[in-house]
């Protein structure tokens, strides 16, 4: 038995109109939103595999739905809260959807964790993606959901229409700013079935790359882990609609997270190595749960570090360091260890 999100799908539930870049039910592979008894549904299935959930709405904008709409909702998993065999409830919303009486509601039927998708804190951007909100409502709505106690995670986007390196990075700063709990950094997949989809095919939007998502992510982590903010995912979750032919491109990788981790070491191993001789032999110390990151797919950060500083050998190897620090090791000459 182990602790679980119970994930619960009301896709496009609430949304005003559709995000350029969002197709909810490719995205989930839902097709309708959950009824009550789904909810139930979901629970009853859930609780026999796992225990101590967490109920999440997720896929829509929760709060965003008429308010006995989200009454009913909540009120079917009442029960197993007050017998505690669901902890609590998260919901994924917008920042133009919060008032003080939406939280009132959320937080008497058991809502412990909101999510905002903020997506950017660029104007431009969230114009040019349709969101029909602004930078601003995300600040008040964090505000207001902080001060309420609720736990708050902000989601924010990568590679959006009108967005560059800059204004990706300087949007992760003004969330780090708004000291969320958690942050989920979405890199744009342009997915079938979307405004997005069809800009792209018009020309009129560049196909934010696997490989630009990895470099601007690469700035973008260590912002969130200097604050000491929880990066909870990293890329879109692989599903059998996407891997099938949904993602037509952009930023869609399984192994995205990994990618962007590999990079972030890569660029913090070039710093450890400034001013290392050529022909030098060099062991790089990590952390054990970095040794592959480290290494890079394909030994690709291997080969590069060791083409860039002309070292005569690169190797990785474990040492009970800090998740993310180098140590930089030289030996005489390259043995095997
Ligand atoms: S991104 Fe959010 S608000 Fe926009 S259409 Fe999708 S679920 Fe709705």
Redesign the pocket.
């Given at each position: 038995m182990r602790k679980s999100i119970i994930p619960v799908f009301i896709?496009?539930l609430?949304?005003p109109?559709?995000?350029v870049?969002?197709n909810?039910k490719r995205i989930s592979g839902s097709l309708l939103p959950a009824s009550p008894e789904d909810v139930v549904k979901a629970i009853d299935e859930a609780l026999e595999k796992c225990e101590n959930a967490e109920l999440a709405f997720y896929?829509?904008?929760f709060t965003a739905i008429s308010m006995d709409e989200q009454r009913a909702l909540l009120s079917a998993a009442a029960p197993y809260l007050a017998e505690g065999r669901i902890t609590s409830i998260r919901v994924s919303t917008?920042p133009d959807a919060i008032s003080e009486d939406i939280l009132s509601l959320l937080w008497d039927r058991g809502v412990r964790t909101i999510e905002l998708?903020s997506?950017s804190m660029m104007d431009c951007v969230l114009s040019a993606s349709w969101?029909g909100h602004t930078a601003a409502d995300t600040e008040n709505a964090a505000k207001m959901i902080k001060s309420r106690g609720f736990s708050l995670v902000l989601q924010m986007m990568t590679g959006l229409p009108g967005s560059d390196m800059e204004k990706d990075i300087i949007t992760a700063e003004k969330i780090a700013a708004l000291k969320p709990d958690g942050v989920r950094i979405y890199p744009t997949v342009i997915i079938r079935d979307t405004a997005l989809a069809d800009m792209w095919a018009e020309g009129k939007y560049e196909e934010h790359s696997v490989e630009a998502a990895a470099e601007v992510c690469s700035e973008i982590l260590p912002i969130f882990e200097k604050a000491g903010i929880k990066v909870i995912r990293l890329g879109l979750n692989p599903s059998d609609e996407l891997s099938g032919g949904d993602a037509l491109g952009g930023a869609y990788h399984p192994a995205l997270g990994e990618i962007v981790k590999s990079r972030v070491l890569l660029k913090k191993a070039r710093e450890a190595l400034k001013g290392v001789k050529a022909g030098e032999n060099v062991v790089l110390r990590v952390n054990p749960s970095c040794l592959s990151q480290m290494i890079g797919q394909k030994r690709s950060n291997i080969i590069k570090l060791s083409e860039e500083f002309s070292l005569n050998s690169l190797s990785v190897k474990s040492a009970d360091v800090e998740i993310g620090e180098i140590i930089v090791e030289f030996v005489a000459k390259e043995k095997s260890l």
């Open positions: 896709p496009h609430g949304c109109h559709d995000c870049f969002c909810q896929g829509g904008s917008r998708g997506q969101r």
